[in-house]
């Protein structure tokens, strides 16, 4: 298949079943360059079966994921990382035994191999990185504490701020603001008006308020297939989607 | 230069655990012990290696291999093998059939020396061999096992079953091994006689020294990222993955690092031993090297020493008046530590030093309140 778009990420049919269940289905997503895409669905929709084929998690049993014009099926994860996909996890996932300053630092896209990591050591050049960072997502004051102590929406963002290291090209999260309490969504609203400059952005995201706030095109997703999409407005105005999603 | 300092040695504290380590494994016991016991402690220290790799293997990659008596027996295997081919000099060997080959390999009918031995007439060859060979078995099953991801449970059960295979493969091959019995009389190094008092004094401290070179290496790869890349795999291995790290390469590596260090250990167990036989290399020592470590506290690189030491103390101590019991005991003893002190000797101490602390700041401070008591500062409001 040869693309010739513009798109940066390009999902033509892509599909996965578990023992015989198609948890997606003959997906087609087109994401553009500094496009903000948010994915909505109910619960066990796919959405994040459909982040864990383009980072390689899950590998897909039909379709093409084409990330810059390579494709990703196929790709070991570290490879798809290193081409510049980013992925946040549903469960803030960090590292509860490392400081913040840890966290971030062991995010920092060199000294990736083996004998790269023995090699590699904290320059200023890193740590003012890690500042910056730091600085970004609300936790300048926390470097030195350990991210098992960190509050749930700390977590989340310590997440993001992890991914922000590596300046990925595309940058995917799953659930950014769920269990954070109302100023923490605002604050991360802003984190993510911020940092989507440059880059391209999926979010999976239920909070319906907080999707108007951020999204340019939304994807409504219903047991493995695209319900609808379109700008919030459209979707919100969608029978269909009105009737399996935002009914009840 | 403070840096490096760090990363070696592990800081202040790091630098006085270390000495008095050196201390008693240099000075107190070369001193106290005769020369027959301090050969006994040397055989344990290179067990020490095999400890020290398990630590960094088990305890801070997360990965527990049964089967590291492999390595430690092929490094054991190599030097033994050139010792061997120095033993077995056309002259001394002028009895036998075919003279210049190995004894066993006489009695098994063998007229010429099998190709693999060849190489092992070289004493530059050996050296590397003792580290090389084990990294590329390890790197072998490593590459075949971590890229696939198999680990826990698994891993320890393939292993083990390594641990057998190389066992029985040996133990079958009497002619081109030696087989059960091993290789046995082995005498010298280069023509300089290794069972004299003065050459074993000099490989008990050839032996601490490498020892203590193994503990500041491994300090040094784990202060830094590597250190902090296996404590990430340890709580998130998914997010290191995902956060572009290939997570088996850093398994692979740790593997082959233990290995290489196991057979360091087991080339100095041959020179202070003067023997290699494949009990040394089967299950059971390599479930004993387990116990070891666990003892010592598994993510202690100083604690696997100690507990090595200590167990194996225990062990002669034990088997010289109760043979049949020593198994039971040592049974016992990995339940209890795994029970009571999953972080064993090392947690201990810790522990001990948690309790500690306090009491001595106390006893400082109210040490120091009297005297500032007896001589009152003159106040500012008594001029
Ligand atoms: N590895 C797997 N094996 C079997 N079934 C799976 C697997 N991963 C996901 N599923 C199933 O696929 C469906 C889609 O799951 P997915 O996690 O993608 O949903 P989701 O849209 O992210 O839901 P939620 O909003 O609850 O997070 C679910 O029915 C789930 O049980
Ligand atoms: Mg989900």
């Not at chain 1, 578990?18 to 289905?25: I, P």
């Not at chain 2, 009497?174 to 006689?193: A, M, P």
């Not at chain 2, 947690?347 to 030093?353: A, H, P, Q, S």
Request: aromatic share 10%; charged share 15%.
């Amino acid at each position: 298949m040869n693309a010739k778009t513009d798109f940066l990420l390009y999902i033509e049919d892509l599909g996965v079943s578990f023992d015989g269940f198609k948890a997606v289905d003959g997906l087609n997503l087109y994401v553009e360059r500094n496009e903000l895409r948010v994915i909505i669905g109910p619960n066990g929709a796919g959405k994040t079966t459909v982040l864990d084929m383009i980072c390689g998690k899950t590998q897909p049993t039909q379709g093409s994921i084409r990330f810059k014009d390579r494709e990703l099926v196929g790709m070991a994860e570290h490879q798809i990382v290193r081409s510049g996909v980013g992925r946040k996890f549903q469960t803030p996932s960090i590292y509860e035994n490392l400081t913040v300053f840890e966290n971030l630092e062991v995010s920092y896209p060199k000294g990736r191999s083996v004998f790269g990591s023995l090699a590699f050591r904290t320059t200023p050049e890193v740590v003012e990185r890690i500042h910056q960072v730091a600085e970004q997502i609300f936790l300048k004051e926390a470097l030195d504490l350990e991210g098992a102590f960190l509050s749930h929406g700390q977590k989340q963002w310590l997440e993001i701020g992890m991914l922000l290291m590596q300046e990925p090209e595309l940058l995917m999260l799953d659930e950014p603001v769920a269990g954070m309490s109302a100023p923490e969504r605002e604050k991360t609203a802003e984190l993510l008006n911020r940092i989507r400059k440059g880059r391209s952005i999926i979010i999976i995201e239920h909070d319906m308020e907080f999707v108007s706030r951020i999204a340019d095109t939304v994807t409504v997703l219903h047991l493995g297939k695209i319900l609808a999409e379109g700008s919030m407005q459209e979707i919100q105005h969608n029978p269909n989607v009105i009737e399996v999603y935002l009914g009840h | 230069m403070k840096a490096i300092y760090n990363r070696l040695f592990g800081g202040t504290t790091g630098v006085v655990q270390l000495g008095i380590l050196a201390a008693i494994l240099m000075i107190v016991l070369p001193l106290s012990l005769d020369i027959f016991r301090l050969n006994l402690v040397g055989k344990y220290l290179t067990y020490a290696f095999v400890a020290l790799g398990l630590v960094l293997l088990w305890g801070k990659a997360g990965v527990l291999s049964l089967g590291q008596g492999v390595f430690f027996g092929l490094g054991g295997y190599c030097m033994a093998m050139f010792l061997k081919l120095e033993a077995s000099d056309p002259i001394s060997t002028k009895i036998q059939s075919t003279p210049g080959i190995p004894d066993f390999m006489d009695w098994n009918q063998i007229t010429q020396l099998p190709a693999f031995w060849m190489p092992f007439k070289s004493l530059p060859f050996t050296l590397l061999a003792v580290v090389v060979v084990p990294s590329i078995v390890a790197f072998v099953l490593g590459v075949a096992m971590f890229k696939r991801r198999v680990g826990g449970v698994y891993f320890a059960i393939i292993t083990q079953a390594l641990a057998l295979i190389l066992s029985l493969a040996i133990d079958g091959n009497q002619g081109y091994t030696g087989g059960r019995n091993g290789i046995t009389d082995l005498r010298t190094l280069l023509g300089w006689d290794i069972r004299s008092s003065h050459a074993q004094y000099l490989l008990y401290f050839t032996t601490c020294g490498l020892l203590v070179l193994a503990i500041v290496l491994s300090q040094w790869m784990l202060s830094g990222k590597l250190g902090k890349m296996l404590l990430a795999m340890r709580d998130r291995e998914d997010r290191v993955r995902f956060s572009g790290y290939d997570v088996s390469m850093f398994k692979v590596f740790t593997f082959c690092f233990a290995a290489a260090l196991s057979g360091v250990g087991g080339a100095l167990f041959v020179l202070q031993v003067g023997f290699i036989s494949p009990s040394l290399v089967g299950i059971v020592p390599s479930i004993e090297m387990v116990i070891f470590a666990a003892v010592g506290g598994r993510v202690s690189l100083l604690g696997a020493v100690y507990g090595t030491l200590l167990v194996n103390t225990g062990k002669s101590l034990f088997s010289e008046n109760f043979p049949q019991l020593w198994l039971f005991a040592m049974g016992g003893l990995f339940i209890a530590v795994v029970v009571l002190f999953p972080n064993g000797l090392a947690g201990v101490v810790e522990l001990i030093r948690k309790k500690v602390s306090p009491f001595l700041k106390n006893l400082r401070t109210s040490s120091t309140l009297p005297t500032s008591g007896s001589t009152p500062l003159p106040s500012p409001d008594k001029p």
